[in-house]
């Protein structure tokens, strides 16, 4: 595992994002150039929503953990959302979720937040990922997703600045979506926003490979 996770730390970080997108339903005949463009200009846009945005998530406090069912943190979460510790997010390698329905909520997984705090300490990536910034990644990590979610203009700006073509009629140009764009700003904007000098794709990776020997043993 120890040597999986140095290889994966030896690749540049917009390897990551070329990865995420490959993985991605509907990329499965892009080219890597493209993909790679791709990366690039969504983790650009990441980065600028950070600095354009007022970062709320990193102050959400823990709260009590309940197997059976979420419980909700004192503090608030992102943009006035509910924020709930729970567990089961090693099962589908989850740090975090946003749902916005029936109220919008950010539900914070303790059982792989605590593997990844356990693995950054193995690995002695510390000066990479801060004791507590993990947490803090997620909130803002969901926080992203929070404002794609409910400004109609941002995600215009992200499908704009990719300059996707969905379908063209003549002279008229309908622009598409790009899966998994939205997915490496919000990594972007965590790790913007928590000043964090690797990416946050490098430590899911590396929590996918810890998670998988795990499993082996």
């Known amino acids: 595992m120890r040597a999986a996770c140095a290889r994966l730390a030896a690749l540049d970080d917009a390897e990551f994002g070329v990865r995420l997108l490959a993985r991605t339903p509907t990329h499965e005949t892009r080219d890597e150039a493209r993909l790679r463009r791709w990366a690039r200009t969504a983790t650009a846009f990441g980065a600028e929503l950070a600095a354009s945005a007022a970062p709320a998530a990193t102050g ?3 709260g009590p953990k309940n197997e059976a069912a979420p419980a909700a943190t004192p503090a608030g979460g992102p943009h006035g959302t509910r924020v709930v510790e729970t567990t089961g997010g090693l099962d589908r390698l ?3 979720r946003y ?3 029936p109220v919008p909520t950010v539900e914070l997984y303790t059982d792989t937040l605590a593997l990844g705090e356990r693995l950054v300490d193995v690995l002695g990536w510390r000066h990479w990922y801060p004791a507590g910034s993990l947490r803090a990644a997620a909130l803002a990590h969901e926080e992203a ?3 794609l979610h409910g400004d109609a203009r941002a995600r215009r700006a992200l499908r704009d600045r990719l300059g996707h073509t969905a379908l063209r009629f003549g002279r008229l140009r309908v622009p598409g ?3 998994g764009a939205d ?4 990594h ?3 790790g913007a926003v928590c000043g ?3 990416t946050p794709l490098l430590l899911t990776a590396a929590l996918m490979s810890a998670v998988q020997a795990l499993r082996e043993d």
């Open 60 to 62: 959400a406090g823990p």
């Open 94 to 96: 989850l740090l975090a």
């Open 99 to 101: 749902v916005s329905r």
């Open 145 to 147: 997703h929070c404002l």
């Open 177 to 179: 979506h790009v899966a």
């Open 183 to 186: 997915e490496l700003a919000a």
């Open 188 to 190: 972007a904007y965590a």
């Open 196 to 198: 964090l000098r690797r």
